[in-house]
Every structure is written in C-alpha cells, then in structure tokens.
C-alpha cells in the first residue's frame, strides 16, 4: 500500500522496498529515561513521514520489540492497520494532510489495558503533537531481561520483520545501545532461522536481509564518548543548579555546609558542571579522585581558608560514583561527618536523586534532540549493507554521526581505566569541555600562589561590560577575576562601561567580592552602550593612569564596535595597543563569526517557560492561536531557535521579513490545519515574531489579521514578552559556557601582553567564538567581514535553516522548499 501523504511530500524519491511497499522505520526509548527523549522521538517521526516512510514506535524499549504485539491480527494486516485512522479528509491546496496513525493508542491510560498488549505502533503526524516540551518518554521505557538473551533478541528480529521494519532509532544510553548493536550483527543468523523454521517467508527474508540501526544518545549523566552532549544532561544540569541555587540561600542564612550527591556513577560531567555552575566549594569526581590520601584534610584546608575570607555557606558536590585514590568511595555521608568532626560546620546532605531526571526539558535538550532526531533519519535512511551502525554525536556546535560501538568501547574504558586506577587515562577520553572545565573550577575555587606567574608577567587586567545586560556577564567576570587572581594578576572592575573609566570607577575585584556572582543575571559592574568615542583621549589616559596592561570586554555588538574603535585609534593612542579581547554576551545572539554568546541560552529558556504556559492556554481555549512576539532588533535568533524549541508552527524573523503574501498564505495554512484537526481534538499553536521582522505587518496587525482570516475555525491573541527575555538567573549552560570562554579569554591577555610595552599588531585584539566545532580566538577583521554592520548581525547566521526545519516539522513546509544540508552539520 502506498504510503501516507503529510505536508504535500513525495518531492524527493522516496526510499521504498522492492515490491513498491515505503519504508517502514521504527523508533524506541530504552534504559534509563531523559528529558528530550519525547523530542527525539517526534522528530524522528515527522521526519520519517516527511521522507516518505511508514514509522512505528516500540512501547517499552528492547522489550516491547520482545513482546510485539499479542492481537492475533495476521501480521500483513497489523502492520497496515489504520494506517490513517481518521481525521485525513481535510485537504489544503498546498497539499497538508493530518493523519493520525494507531498512536492515539500511545495516550489511552496506563499499561496493558491502554494499549491492549500492542507494543509496536504505527504512528502518524498527529499523534506526537505536543511531545517537544514533554519531560521522560510517553512510549515508555523498560529495562529488558528478556532481551539480554538470544532468544529474546530472535523474538525481537521476527517482531520486526513481521511489520516489514528493518530500520530502527534507538534513543538510550550505552546499555541500550550495546544491545542495538547485538542486534544488529545477529539478525542475519536469526533470520536464517526464521526462514529455516518456517516461521517468516522466503519473501520477508529476501526483504529485509539487513536491519540498519542508527543511536540517539538518551542520558542524563553526558557519560557517552563520541558526543559531547547526551540528551537530557543539560536539563538535569537544570535541575541540580535550580536545587543548588536554593540551597544556596538557606545555606548563607544559617551559615551551612551543604553536601550535594548528584548522578553519575561512571562519570563525573553533571558534578563539575554543577561545581563551576553554582559556585561551589569543592567537588568529588569519580574521574579525578583527590591526589593526595587525606581528602578529608585537604578539602577542609580549603573550606576553612573561604570562612577565613568571611563566606558564610560551603557547598560540596560529591558525585554518586566519587571515589578516593584508592578507588574507595567517598560518599556525601563521609564528607558530611568528616566536615562536622573536624571544622565543626552545622552539616546537612542533599541527595537529589531522581528529582534530576524529570521535569520538562529545557531548550537546549528539545533543539538538540530535535536536530539529532532529524540527523538520525537521513543516517538510516542512507545507510548502505555495509556502513556501520551510528550514534548521533555533537561536537562543540556540529551535529556528527559517530561509529556506535566505537563511542560505546571507549565509554566502557574510561570505567576501565578508573578501575585501573589511570586516571589521567580517564580523564583524557572525555571532552576538552570536561578538562578545562575541571581545571577553571580548581582555579575559580582555590586560594593558592602555586601557579603565580613570575613577577614580570604579572598584569593588571581591566574587565568592562558594554551594552545591554546579558545573563552569564557576570559568571565570566567572576571567574575572570579569580583566574586572575590564581595566576598571580591584578583584576579591575570598571562599572559603568566607558563612561565609568572616564569617571574613575575602577576598583580591584578580589575573590570575596565576586563569590556570589555565578548565578546573578544582569550586570553586577554595571553597562551601558556608549562608545569609546564619547572620549577617546581620556579613556587612553585612564587606562594609562590604572595601568592597566589588557582589557577583557564582556558584551554584544556594542563591545564588538567598541573593540573597532579602539583598533583604529591606536595609531594615535599607544595605549590602545594593549592586548584586548571580547568575549560575546548579548540575549540577541547576533555578534558576527561566534555561533552562541553568553546569554543567548538564557533568553531562549525564558521564551520556552513562558511559550509553554501560553500553548496551554491556547490548547485548552481549543482553536486558538497565539502571536508571542520576542525581542532581539534586527537579529531573529530568538524568534527561530525559540520557535524550533517551543514547537511553534510559524516564525517570523528579521531576516527574512514578512510580506502580504506570505500572511495570506499563512492564514490559509493554518485554516486547512485547523481544518483537519479531529472534532474535540484541536490544539493551540503559536506563531512566533521578531519586533522587527516588519515595520507594517506588527505583532498587533497581524493578530488582527488572523482574527479576521480564522473564520470560525480559530481566532487569535497576542503576547509581547519584551525584557522579561533578559532573564533573570543566568542558565546552566551560559554559567558553565562563561567559565570556560572567561579562562580563555586571561590566558589569551596573558598571551599576548609585554609588561611595560604595548601589544602591536592586529593579532592583539580579538574575540572568542564558538563556531561549529571549534572553539577559536578571531582577529578583529575577520569578525567585521563576518558582520553587516548596518544591521547590527551576523551575514549568515548558522540557525537561519533553522526556520526551515520549523516548517518542516509543523508540516507546513515541504521538502522541496527546505534544505536540510545547513542544520545537518550545526547546532
Ligand atoms: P542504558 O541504556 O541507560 O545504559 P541499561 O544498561 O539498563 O540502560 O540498558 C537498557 C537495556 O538494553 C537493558 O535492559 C537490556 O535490555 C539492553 N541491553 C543492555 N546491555 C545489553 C547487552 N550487552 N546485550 C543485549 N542487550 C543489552
């Protein structure tokens, strides 16, 4: 039979089996749950279908494959049942067609009596509306006894070839994968058996020789090699810092010690990111025990030079699998005691436990896991007999396919090497995040001159915020200033942005003064966005009276344009010649060359919490759509990569503008839509706008003309979130991304300053930028050739495609308008 048309599709060739049957795929969640999962999974399903496939999901991981289905319909017959069950009649001229496959069976109650024993299910279009912002996994997860054994697995392998799938998405962690890979590489004996047996024919066989298998990495400890983020560890990540940042402040209430145990038995990623992200005191990791014997002395000679320095709380993050040198575990218990019995601190411990698996995912796991999902079909579907099984990786900002059981061999190593007490050996097989993660939280939280640099390379560095306040400014200035500090360097806080050194308001940042600054959003120093040429003679002459020997400056494109000044002026101001570096913060995203600025994380967190409570309004008010209009001038960063997050259907950005045109055919879109919903079962959808993605067709005009244009079928409303996307507390991501580019950003200064002489060449002032995978230093110029400056934004942003994909996957898009070759390779 033919396969479902959705979204006017069929425009590329579709991957079909010989006898002209589409290709069936199927997906499952295995192991342990994570935030992102339901993600993946719609993903994957709408791309399935947008490239032409019939796709199932399995309930219950391994073992629903095990299970199959107990309704004793011939097989041939299950596997076509209700293709579209109902709800298809309504056709839009541009061809949109909803269909709802047996998926309505994935929401009918729990267990047995809900899906009535039939754990493969074909899905359709409809039947994942909604999963994007939905925390576990709705098709369940299990851990399989049954599929450990052969026997199990035969099971599984005649499951599947009795509803013609031979292509699987497996979202798991190492064990589920492992299992995907035994699978794998046994289904031809277990065909031939089938076959021999009599229990599948000749013809199924021919079929389905191979089973191409491609993995996405579910996991909320990050514990996988060959990626550098599994999905859902940065929700956990949410979750431990939104309990630490509470703890916080009962902590310096009572003058508390807090010992935290967060998860991760093999892997230390959640404890350290935790540790630099809360400010923490100290931590235990199981890849990196103490070096010396008494961890206990140790860590309270830390603790107690804070107290001296007058902090009133201690955190401790103790990882569930920390162990001491000896491979002997040090659990939250242990430090709890020892920190009553030898410094006397009123003691309590936190044991978060499951409380870091659940809740909804933030943006950063729904994009990730909406990218990989995508990824992860194009990967089966161009898998060849011989291409090896993948997982979806992600290094740095590109989405990567990675051999599976390589990544899952050197997973299994590094618990390995623990055991073989080779730490190093341990820590090297991580990501270089983990490392110099590890190495600025050493730095950011000891007081020692061990790593003083000599005296004549000792500097005084300027730290400055310019432009409008973005969350994550602070961390970077926090542990800027510590690192500094660590290396023997003077830190000097400039509030006020330039006309604040023009006034003198500079002062030392020592390391109690910035120890509460992690978790503040906003801008402790103070910004604004005047520009160097208000004065450029005096600002010269301060930065020559506070010797200042570099500069770090912390901002979007003011700081940006601020740098260019300088730059040009240093023909005639030598002091200008200091080496200077940016480090991009602004909500807006829109600095040139770097594919994220600090802050950008937070705003898109904040649109993701307040989308969500507005789509539940809008779901429960039926047929209604909701216009949320976001900031961000000329740069539509928010509004796509917000909308790819939050599941929106429409998007409007700067970039691309809005015409006449386009809303008509929108209206029309969204009345087929609203069309084809089923009676009962429509939903809210939001449309996402940029303030200036026109100056005619505004957030109000448009909400009008969609009350106009719904005619019955839906009516509309509208919201402006405005400043509330400045955040408030800095995101997980954007604390532990400022840490990290902060250290950088000292050791560049340090790089690059001559004590007493000025930097000379253009290689001295610089910005630091994330961009695909790589983490790179970029002169000036090229950030300016990466720049229009007109519009204040990049030239060609890399999430711009990504409007594209939230098209494509609201099924108002189709293939033959979108190119999936730019949000292939980036995220
Ligand atoms: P995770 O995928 O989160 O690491 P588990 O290690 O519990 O979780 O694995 C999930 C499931 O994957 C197991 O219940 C089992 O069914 C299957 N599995 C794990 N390891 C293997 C293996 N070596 N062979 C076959 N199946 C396996």
Known sequence: MAATPVGGLFTEEQPRKKDGEPKKLAVLTSGGDSAGMNAAVSRVVRMGITRGCQ????REGWEGLVQGNSDSSSDEEDANSNPVKTGVQAKANNGFVATYGDGELLKEGEGEAGFKGRYIIRVGWDDVRGFVGEGGTLIGTARSVAFRE???????????????IDALVVCGG???????????????????????EGKISQEDYDNHKILNIVGLVGSIDNDMAGTDLTIGAATALHRICEAVDSISST???????????????????????????????????????PAVDDWAGEMCSVLKQHRELGKRKSIIIVAEGAIDKNLKPITADNVKQVLIDQLGLDTRVTTLGHTQRGGRPCAYDRILASLQGCEAVEALLSAKPETPSYIIGLAENAITRQPMMEAVA????????IAAKDFDGALALRDPEFAECLNAFYASSRISDADYLPQDKRLRIGIIHIGAPAPGMN???????????????????????WPGLLEDNVSELTWLRVDQWTTRGGSELGTNRKQPEIDLEGIAYKLE????????????????????????ARANYRKFKIPMIHLPATISNNVPVTDWSLGSDTSINVLVEACDSIKQSASASRNRVFVVETQGGECGYISVVGALAVGAVIVYAPETGISLKMLAQDCEWLRARYKSDLKGKSEGRLIIRSEKSSSCYTTEVINKILNEEGRGLFDSRFVQLGHTLQGGTPSPRDRTRAVRLSVKCIAFLEQH?????????????ASICITGANLKIVPLREMVAGADMKKRRAKNPWWLPLKGMVELMSGKQNLANVSLAPWRSKL
């Open 410 to 417: 050197q997973t299994q190593e590094v618990a390995k090497r």
């Open 753 to 765: 300053a001559r004590k007493g002489r000025s930097g000379e060449g253009q290689d001295t002032i």
């Open 475 to 497: 961390a970077a200035t926090r542990t800027a200033a510590r690192y500094c500090l660590s290396r023997g360097h003077t830190p000097l806080g400039i509030y006020n942005g």
């Open 150 to 164: 052969r026997a199990g697995r035969k099971r599984a392998a005649y499951n599947l070839v009795k509803h013609g």
């Open 55 to 58: 796709v199932f999901v399995v």
């Open 251 to 289: 902590a310096s209430s009572h003058s508390r010690a807090f010992v935290v145990e967060v998860m991760g038995r093999h892997c230390g990623w959640l404890a350290v990111m935790a540790a630099i992200s809360t400010g923490a005191d100290h931590l235990f990791i199981p890849e990196q025990p």
């Open 174 to 196: 190492d064990g589920s994968l492992t299992g995907a890979d035994v699978l794998r590489s046994e289904w031809p004996e277990h065909l031939k058996e089938l076959l021999a």
């Open 545 to 568: 009276e506070h010797k200042i020997d570099a500069l770090l400056v912390i901002g979007g494109f003011e700081a940006f344009t601020s740098l260019i000044t300088l730059e040009q």
